[in-house]
């Protein structure tokens, strides 16, 4: 048999049979798929709000009982400690107070009026001398605020420094300085002690009492 013939039967073969199973599908009856549960659920109870019971605590718990605390026994019996410390304290020798400006030391001085009805009045003033020693950056910017006792007599009596100001370049704003050097602060509590005032009065009757000056470098 010729080769051509062999192969036109072999390819009709297989399209003979590819119909057949074309057919075959379409043609086959269809069926629905049922699941089988082999279990069993078991039935749930319901239960309603009704049928719950609501219980309170009408009393709290009693309390814990209190601890027994030991009662104290006293005892005359001293204990005597002995402390074996020693001190060894390397303190720098202090140099002697100076002497201070003023006059009441003795301590049978006159009732100090706080706020006299009339305050001293300056009618004398003494300039204080600054030391040449003193830098630039303090002149023409140090202010120092003295605190005078002035007695009946219109004569200071004690002068302290309460407040030292060193202002900036603008001079509205200053800084406050806790002690000043270069011999400035002895300077301005001499001359302040040179000043004369006219004294305070207290019911018409001079008295002695406080008043503060400024001294400007």
């Known amino acids: 048999m010729p080769e051509p013939v062999y192969r036109n039967r072999y390819l009709l073969a297989v399209v003979l049979i590819e119909v057949l199973l074309i057919a075959a599908i379409n043609l086959w009856p269809e069926t629905e798929y ?6 069993e659920l078991p039935p749930q109870e319901q239960v309603f709000l009704d049928d719950i019971e609501v219980t309170r605590q009408e009393t709290s718990p ?8 030991p009662n104290p026994v006293p005892s005359d019996e001293v204990v005597e400690i002995e402390l074996d410390v020693e001190l060894d304290l390397d303190l720098p020798e202090l140099p002697d107070l100076e002497e201070g400006f003023g006059t009441g030391e003795f301590g049978d001085e006159e009732r100090i009026v706080s706020n006299p009805q009339i305050p001293p009045t300056v009618v004398r003033i003494v300039e204080a001398t600054a030391p040449e020693s003193v830098p630039d950056e303090y002149k023409g910017k140090l202010e120092m605020i003295v605190n005078f006792l002035v007695d009946e007599e219109g004569n200071v009596e004690e002068a302290s420094v309460m407040e030292i100001r060193l202002y900036d370049e603008s001079g509205s704003s200053y800084e406050e300085l806790p002690f000043v050097q270069y011999g400035l602060m002895d300077a301005v509590l001499r001359a302040a002690m040179q000043w004369q005032f006219r004294p305070a009065r207290q019911d018409g009757e001079p008295v002695k009492a406080f008043t503060r000056q400024r001294f400007n470098y």
């Not at 049922?34 to 279990?39: H, R, S």
């Open 62 to 69: 009693p309390p814990p009982p209190r601890p027994i605390l």
């Open 34 to 39: 049922e699941p089988e549960l082999t279990f």
